[in-house]
């Protein structure tokens, strides 16, 4: 037996949802800047789910049942009262809340293909009722009902500051969940189809994506850029700053892709995003140093900046806490989680591989007084 370490390079699923060629990524056949620059998020959850774009009235529908299925049971506002709020992570919460979501549905463990595309919609709607509830609640204050005349990602943005947002925010932000949708088999959505190939139900297997999206080698690398960029400061820094982690031998969060070479196809987007809404919100410097920071890291590590690096500075642009940008990111993921577990169930088999044992060979038993 022989191993790959990461499994790298390994194809250990045929999708028909996303595909990473040659550092073009599309969403089913369509390019992810054709996407963003012309479709809505509920577009691509659709895109995702059905293998096809909507039609205006499959849309409307979408919309209609996404809106009516925002609320979310009490429990989960008492489950966030009950969590240490001063210290726990908002994606350790998104995960305790998913599960409890789970417990509710009464469909739960239905698994015909129907019900789980109607708990994929309950799903992905209350996903962001629980992401904008959890941070309202730990400030002390009341979570907002979503107005059922907004689009997801203004709804989103609506529930969690209780103002109507501006209709650049709402682009911005839509753009973003939609570049957030869906990646082909990495490590979060392979951990849904692990979890689901055993035919557990859509709920385990989006929460255990969600505590494989937490890890700062993926998801949670957004947080960690911004705390990197607020740590360096202002422009004058950058240099000392991340020529001294380089010195170490440290990883620069946002930098570096497992499968990308040349560059993120989604990355070119949110620095667009960045350098506009960064201007507006009187931080220049924060697209500055960030472009900084990248070329340094392009000219000495010949790594291009990955999805993670600019949506930092674009959703602090937008208001957002900094430990709410990976709860986001697994808002938006949530849509491509739900594609691949639906296509594994479609054609499934167990997913069990093979570990090539290293440790000692045979030994025989020793009785514990005589260890
Ligand atoms: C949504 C997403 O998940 S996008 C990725 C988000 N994660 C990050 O931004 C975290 C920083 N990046 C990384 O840790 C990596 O690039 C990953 C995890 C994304 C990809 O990892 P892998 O394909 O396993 O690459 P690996 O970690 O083996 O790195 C290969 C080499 O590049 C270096 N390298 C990779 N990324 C970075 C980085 N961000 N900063 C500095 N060096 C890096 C490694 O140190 C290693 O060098 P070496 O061969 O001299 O030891
Ligand atoms: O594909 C990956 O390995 C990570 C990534 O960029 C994503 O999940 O969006």
Known sequence: M????????????????????????????????????????EEIIYLLWHTRLPKADELAELKQQLADNMDVPAAIYDLFKSMPLNTVHPMAALRTAVSLLGTFDEEADVMETEANY????????????????????????EPIAPKPELGYAANFLYMLSGEEPEAIAIEAFDKA??????????????????????LSDVYSGVTAAIGALKGPLHGGANEQVMKMLSEIGSIDNVESYIQGKLDNKEKIMGFGHRVYRKGDPRAPHLREMSQKLTALTGKPELYEMS??????IVEQKGLPANVDFFSASVYDSLGIEHDLFTPIFAVSRTSGWV??????????RLIRPRAEYVGPGMQKYVPINER
């Open 339 to 348: 594609a691949h577990i639906l296509e594994q169930y479609a054609n499934n």
């Open 177 to 198: 969940l939609i570049l957030h949708a869906d990646h082909e088999l990495n490590a979060s959505t392979f951990t849904a189809r692990v979890c689901v190939a055993t």
């Open 291 to 296: 472009v900084k920071i990248h070329d340094m």
């Open 2 to 41: 022989s191993t790959t370490k990461g499994l790298e390079g390994i194809v250990a699923a045929e999708s028909k949802i996303s595909s990473i060629i040659d550092d073009t990524l599309t969403y089913v056949g369509y390019n992810i800047d054709d996407l963003t620059n012309n479709a809505s998020f």
């Open 118 to 141: 109607r708990k994929a919609i309950r799903l992905q709607a209350k996903i962001a009722t629980v992401v904008t509830a959890f941070s309202r609640i730990r400030k002390g204050l």
